[in-house]
């Protein structure tokens, strides 16, 4: 029920007047009254103003004339809409988030990260490794610059512990860590390949050297 018919409805019941005597006095029909009455019809204002004559009270007084009610309707529409809205913009994040995967960038010490980039997550894989084990490495010097790697690019890498030969690698080689490319030279040891400028090589025992991560792919710093 609408306030404006129940407000008619209220006056009516009031003085003893019943649908049919109010639509007669109108000229419509009892039907129309009681779809007013019931909400199922909305009057504008002239018939507000002949319906209020009639009952001998200004019905307009705590209602809303027709076209104030379809602007509040309109304004309710409106306003209801906008947490749809968001309630969509806040699922489509949800979908990227569950796509897209923070990956950190790290300086070699990987204490903190420095910042993060995006990179799809695949069946729960970045690039084919598991995604808690992937990250960035932010070049620290000049040593592989001969790899086309130099101070400042950024390097998608993964952590591992294995030796793969010809890789390049973070490493920890007594108390630095540092890239270099791993050359296998039998069981024991490895060669340690660098390129500041010139190539230089220093051959290490394997139980000497620990391998903390591989680097995939460089991004180079323009």
């Not at 003085?15 to 779809?35: A, D, P, R």
């Not at 002239?46 to 509040?72: A, C, H, P, W, Y």
């Not at 660098?194 to 903390?212: V, Y």
Request: proline share 1%; with cysteine; hydrophobic share 35%.
């Amino acid at each position: 029920m609408s306030r404006v018919g129940e407000k008619i409805k209220n006056i009516r019941n009031s003085i003893g007047m019943t649908q049919k005597q109010l639509g007669k006095k109108l000229g419509v029909n009892e039907s129309f009254v009681n779809e007013v009455e019931n909400g199922r019809k909305i009057i504008n204002q002239n018939l507000i103003d002949r319906i209020s004559k009639v009952l001998g009270k200004d019905i307009n007084d705590i209602t809303m004339s027709f076209e104030e009610q379809v602007f509040e309707e309109e304004k309710d529409k409106k306003y209801s809409a906008a947490p749809k809205k968001e309630a969509v913009k806040d699922v489509w994040n949800e979908a990227f988030g569950s796509v897209l995967k923070n990956i950190p960038i790290y300086g070699y010490d990987l204490q903190k990260a420095v910042s993060f980039k995006q990179l799809p997550l695949i069946n729960n894989k970045v690039e084919g490794h598991s995604q808690d084990k992937v990250f960035y490495l932010q070049i620290e010097d000049d040593d592989m610059l001969g790899f086309r790697i130099a101070k400042g690019d950024l390097a998608f890498a993964y952590s591992t512990h294995e030796i793969e030969n010809n890789s390049i690698c973070l490493i920890e080689h007594g108390s630095k860590r540092v890239i270099r490319q791993i050359k296998r030279l039998d069981n024991n040891k490895v060669l340690l390949i660098s390129n500041k400028g010139s190539f230089r090589t220093e051959t290490a025992e394997i139980k000497e050297i620990n391998i903390i991560a591989k680097l995939n792919r460089v991004e180079i710093k323009l």
